[in-house]
């Protein structure tokens, strides 16, 4: 299996920033897409950005100039950079990861870490 672990939420005032990590660990063959999504209370899961195993980025609209993913493949890792932050930013952030595991080499799966609240204050 495939484990997600999010690290990085806080409490922030608006304008603020924050960084969120989330490793990727246990049986893995190879990992393709990873990506953020974010969750507010009485609202569906939504996408924030998503990276290609080769760097290619995908954001949602309301975070574009404002949030930066980036992943570093040797520590199969994705970090989302999030500046200027706005009392909508606040969510539950999930990390997402299309990964391969060794036992099964022959399907990708996606996988879901825990989450990591992002509250951002007035």
């Known amino acids: 299996q495939v484990q997600l672990v999010e690290s990085g939420g806080g409490l922030v005032q608006a304008g603020g920033s924050l960084r969120l990590s989330c490793a990727a660990s246990?049986?893995?063959?190879?990992?393709?897409?990873m990506g953020w999504y974010r969750q507010a209370p009485g609202k569906q899961r939504e996408l924030v950005a998503t990276?290609?195993?080769?760097?290619?980025?995908n954001y949602a609209d309301s975070v574009k100039g404002r949030f930066t993913i980036s992943r570093d493949n040797a520590k199969n890792t994705v970090y989302l950079q999030m500046n200027n932050l706005k009392r909508e930013d606040t969510a539950v952030y999930y990390c997402n990861a299309n990964a391969i595991a060794r036992h099964d080499v022959s399907r990708v799966n996606g996988y879901w870490g825990q989450g990591t609240q992002v509250t951002v204050s007035s």
């Open positions: 990276i290609t195993s080769g760097g290619g980025t």
């Open positions: 246990g049986s893995i063959f190879r990992i393709n897409d």
